[in-house]
């Protein structure tokens, strides 16, 4: 019977979260003293500590010498966020692909010199060749080990190359740094990789590249089976499959059209919001409720109808606010505002309003007069773009 090792825990890692907790917790710059006071410390050792957590970039200091949390932490949660977000995407056509072929189909990133696995679907059969989720598996001689080196800048890709042990590992492998080169502009030019007893023998893969709203490769796609039965299946019939399934994948990841239930149904078949990589667009919106009446409508005795154009732009914009709280975006990131009014006696009070949305930092803006809008209750209508980079992917991803 085995026994668990009692490993002694170590302080110091505890006492280095223990600082980066109370940065975090506290949202604001801090003195070494007060980080102190705050986790009831000794100031020289949380001084040392926060001048070693600085000269690993989880924690920077500011111009006034205080501190705060460091870009490292964050480059390391958006990182996790990358691949969770390729995650989910991924995982209903690895399951898809796997119960096609009969056979693993797993996602991978680059983790420096290796294809790291973060994703993988496992078939219902006796005997298979996958790789372990977390598992690394070498660059030069993995199906989507050369996607991932194709995907690389030409030079970068040199350096890594330079670098790379070109271990061999069956009598297929490529060894030669030169020849792995080539075969790697092959790859890139052709968008996909096939490694056929080049990593283990017996095994054959195939892989595609998964790209980003960019273009650039954030992940490759891969199936691999014994090599009798890939070649049952056919690699071509097996590319083919993987790129329909980026493509998917693609379109998912980086484009979305949302209509919210909540919000005043569209008087059409168009969304609410349009979500296209890093740019958000919304539709024409206006100061309708859901129950189809309008916010700032007052009738009078005689059935005298007075619009109220402050109320009717308060109510457009917040709708607006919330729209896009709903896709993790602000009125902070929008970038370009038309607003059409009925009225261009209301521009003033329409300038008024908008003043406590926005000031000169803020979105561009064209405003319009149009003689008529779609009900005779509204006073305005506001279309806006923003602009939300996602910091989902980037060349560290890879």
Request: hydrophobic share 40%.
């Amino acid at each position: 019977m085995s026994v668990p090792l009692r490993t002694p825990k170590n302080g110091s890692v505890a006492k280095a979260f223990q600082i980066l907790n109370s940065l975090a917790t506290t949202r604001r710059e801090m003195t070494a003293t007060e980080v102190a006071q705050t986790i009831g410390g000794n100031l020289p050792t949380v001084h040392r500590f926060l001048v070693t957590l600085e000269s690993v970039g989880a924690v920077s200091r500011t111009q006034s010498g205080k501190f705060q949390l460091g870009m490292a932490l964050a480059n390391l949660g958006n990182q996790v966020e990358s691949h969770k977000l390729v995650i989910d995407a991924v995982q209903p056509h690895l399951d898809s692909l796997a119960a096609e072929f009969r056979e693993v189909a797993h996602c991978a990133v680059r983790n420096a010199t290796q294809a790291v696995t973060i994703a993988h679907a496992l078939p219902d059969r006796s005997l298979l060749i996958g790789q372990a989720l977390g598992g690394g598996y070498p660059l030069h001689c993995s199906a989507a080990g050369k996607i991932l080196l194709a995907a690389m800048e030409s030079t970068a890709r040199a350096k890594v190359i330079d670098h790379l042990e070109l271990e061999r590992h069956t009598a297929a492998t490529i060894t030669d740094p030169r020849a792995l080169a080539q075969a790697i502009v092959t790859v890139a030019r052709q968008g996909f990789a096939i490694d056929e007893e080049e990593w283990e023998d017996g095994l054959a893969a195939v892989a595609v590249p998964l790209h980003g709203g960019k273009g650039k490769t954030v992940a490759a796609l891969a199936v691999s089976a014994p090599v009798s039965r890939m070649r049952d299946l056919g690699y071509e019939r097996v590319r083919v499959a993987l790129q329909g399934h980026a493509e998917r994948i693609q379109h998912h990841l980086f484009t979305e059209s949302r209509v919210f239930p909540q919000k005043a149904k569209p008087r059409g078949k168009f969304p609410h919001l349009k979500r296209v990589d890093d740019f958000i667009f919304i539709s024409g919106t206006s100061a309708r409720r859901p129950d189809d009446s309008f916010e700032g409508v007052r009738e009078s005795a005689d059935g005298t109808v007075t619009l109220d154009i402050r109320k009717q732009t308060r109510a457009v914009f917040e709708t607006i606010r919330d729209m896009l709280a709903d896709v993790h975006s602000s009125l902070d990131d929008v970038v370009d505002i038309q607003a059409y009014l009925t009225d261009m006696a209301d521009y003033d009070a329409f300038n008024e309003v908008y003043a406590e949305f926005f000031g000169f930092e803020g979105p561009t803006r064209t405003t319009v007069g149009v003689s008529a809008l779609p009900h005779p209750h509204q006073a305005l209508m506001v279309r806006a773009v923003a602009f939300t980079p996602q910091n989902r992917f980037d060349d560290s991803d890879l």
